[in-house]
């Protein structure tokens, strides 16, 4: 499964981005990740069971919303009212699925990740 993701660029604080996933093959797991300079990679938004309950981190709560379009194969990252510390290299991860249970914020159980899209907000 190949990920692509796209959106990203530069905005000012306040303002929104949305980021799109397109997947080469339909995926029920999915996640969306982040990484900023110097700093771990961290989850942001994924979905934790196969009924597509989704969590986000605390950071964003409020601010950006994960959807999913199943038919084409893309998942989105809607972001409001961004803020500088949102800056980061965005990532779309997929698989890893079992059972039920999807691996929402846990990283090392996804199969398959994109090669990013970088967010700027100053």
């Known amino acids: 499964v190949q990920l692509v993701e796209s959106g990203g660029g530069s905005v000012q604080a306040g303002e929104s981005l949305r980021l799109s996933c397109a997947a080469s093959g339909y995926q029920v797991c999915m996640g969306w990740f982040r990484q900023a300079p110097g700093k771990e990679r961290e989850g942001v938004a994924a979905i934790y069971s196969t009924g597509g309950a989704t969590e986000y981190a605390d950071s964003v709560k409020g601010r950006f919303s994960f959807s999913r379009d199943n038919a084409k194969k893309m998942v989105y990252l809607q972001m409001n009212s961004l803020k500088p510390e949102d800056t980061a290299m965005y990532y779309c991860?997929?698989?890893?699925?079992?059972?039920?249970?999807?691996?929402?914020?846990?990283?090392?159980?996804?199969?398959?990740w994109g090669q990013g899209t970088q967010v700027t907000v100053s």
């Open positions: 991860a997929a698989g890893g699925g079992r059972g039920f249970a999807c691996p929402g914020f846990t990283q090392h159980e996804y199969n398959y």
